[in-house]
């Protein structure tokens, strides 16, 4: 059974970082698509980063030059670095697995396994 775990989430003052991760257990993630969504109150979910299995990364236009997605396939983690962290970013962040990729991703169609959600508040 695949699981994934993020931790990393917290309150932090506009202008500051924090740092994401996500802990696969269950499977390997070399080899698949992932992702980092988020979802804030009222909101449909959207995707933020994605990485392939090359290591092949996108983002979606608000974050662009801001956050940075990164893997270390032999942990199975997945991280995102989040820098200049602004109030629109403030949401409920998750970890997504997808099946074997040869591009980064942003269709939620794609991931099939998600994490719990960590929360990220950013006040001004």
């Known amino acids: 059974q695949v699981q994934l775990v993020e931790s990393g989430g917290g309150s932090v003052q506009a202008g500051g970082s924090l740092r994401l991760a996500c802990a696969a257990s269950g499977a390997t993630i070399s080899d698949n698509c992932m992702g980092w969504f988020r979802q804030a109150p009222g909101k449909e979910r959207e995707g933020v980063a994605f990485?392939?299995?090359?290591?092949?990364?996108r983002y979606t236009d608000s974050v662009q030059g801001r956050f940075t997605i990164s893997k270390d396939n032999v942990k199975r983690s997945l991280y995102l670095q989040m820098n200049n962290l602004q109030p629109e970013d403030t949401a409920m962040y998750y970890c997504?697995?997808?099946?074997?990729?040869?591009?980064?991703?942003?269709?939620?169609?794609?991931?099939?396994?998600w994490g719990q959600g960590t929360q990220v508040t950013v006040s001004s």
């Open positions: 990485i392939d299995s090359a290591g092949k990364t």
């Open positions: 997504a697995r997808g099946g074997v990729c040869l591009g980064p991703s942003r269709s939620r169609s794609v991931y099939n396994n």
